[in-house]
């Protein structure tokens, strides 16, 4: 079994540990809904990627959902 040669204070802990921290992500716009999305991924909001819809999110939704989510998406784009 291994067995320390040495005492590591606290500071010297601290100081190896410095670099064990967690960083933000780096988050930018969807060019049709405005929402916040990873860099090279599709939005989940709306499924559009580099300005072309990949995947139809309205397709699973039922009609009530769909209504909501339509108007959410109405209300961004008129904001820009």
Request: net charge positive; glycine share 6%; aromatic share 2%.
């Amino acid at each position: 079994m291994a067995v320390p040669k040495q005492h590591r204070s606290k500071s010297r802990q601290g100081q190896r540990r410095m670099h064990l921290h967690l960083e933000a992500k780096n988050l930018g716009l969807c060019a049709h809904c405005g929402k916040d999305v990873l860099a090279h991924t599709m939005c989940k909001n709306c499924g559009y990627y580099k300005g072309k819809q990949v995947v139809d999110v309205l397709a699973k939704l039922d009609k009530k959902e769909r209504k909501r989510k339509e108007k959410e998406i109405a209300a961004h784009q008129q904001e820009r």
